[in-house]
């Protein structure tokens, strides 16, 4: 596989609109998120059922980004809100009320540390693109399981180490920056308390939990934007910070409009003996 291929394919002519429906949904999510997070962040509780049904929600904002990315016409119905909202259920209840209360009791052991990281990295290398995925069958008009699976199995067959490739590349990226800015992607968001700074851990769980409630590529903007605001720091320095935070903003949405962009691309074309191929139209 050539050095390329690892990256999504960018269509430069065809950013602005997607660019600016992505920053205009992401500002929506920001700001009742950042409200959520500065009123009610000491009451735990009421903030996690919070921050939970604001995730859950958010998703439908995914599938309109995606529909319209895709050049699809809006049209929504009751079994694709079933569908979307249930998908986001069932990630958010599954991390939350099942590997975080497993991942307190068993990660002081290492071995029961590791075996968690294990299973968190295979969840985060694979929730996004089976999302992406089943809003693909969505718009393309599949509506049960049965034809979900038959329309969704035949492309990742013929395409996985693609799919996989290239978001495994994108969250690379994110983490590497996240390393350069120390930290503040992966420190900010509701499992903030759960990164084991004292022993250095890289945890998988905490990047899982942030995928689904602070990664978007206008997340660091907001809360500079919220710092700029509500605290006394220097103009000069804070518009500086802004600068780059924008620029890191410009720069994930650009690779991830790409990656929804190929994913609306894969087809499933016929072979000549009537047998069906996954292809992408690139």
């Not at 049965?146 to 799919?163: A, D, Q």
Request: hydrophobic share 50%; with cysteine.
């Amino acid at each position: 596989m050539r050095i390329k291929e690892l990256f999504p394919k960018i269509e430069w002519k065809q950013m602005k609109q997607p660019m600016i429906r992505m920053f205009l949904l992401c500002a929506i999510y920001n700001f009742f998120y950042v409200l959520i997070q500065v009123y009610l962040y000491s009451r735990h509780g009421l903030f996690q059922s919070c921050a939970n049904a604001l995730s859950i929600l958010s998703s439908l904002g995914l599938y309109y980004f995606c529909v319209k990315t895709w050049n699809k016409k809006w049209e929504i119905d009751t079994t694709q809100i079933v569908y979307v909202l249930g998908l986001q259920i069932l990630y958010v209840g599954l991390l939350d009320f099942v590997l975080y209360p497993i991942y307190t009791l068993i990660s002081k052991v290492y071995i029961g540390y590791l075996c968690m990281q294990v299973v968190c990295a295979f969840l985060l290398f694979m929730m996004i693109p089976l999302q992406l995925m089943m809003y693909k069958a969505l718009s393309e008009g599949k509506r049960t399981i049965k034809e979900l699976k038959e329309y969704i199995i035949p492309i990742v067959k013929e395409n996985y180490k693609e799919i996989l490739n290239q978001y495994l590349v994108i969250l690379l990226i994110v983490l590497l920056i996240d390393v350069l800015l120390g930290g503040q992607i992966s420190a900010s968001g509701v499992s903030a308390s759960m990164i084991d700074t004292e022993q250095g851990r890289i945890n998988a769980l905490s990047v899982c939990m942030n995928t689904l409630y602070v990664a978007n590529p206008w997340m660091m903007f907001a809360i500079g934007i919220l710092a700029l605001c509500f605290y006394s720091v220097q103009l000069v320095q804070a518009s500086v910070v802004l600068v780059i935070y924008a620029l890191i903003g410009i720069g994930l949405s650009i690779l991830e409009i790409s990656y929804i962009r190929y994913i609306g691309e894969l087809r499933i074309k016929k072979k000549k003996n009537g047998t069906k191929k996954a292809k992408t139209n690139r």
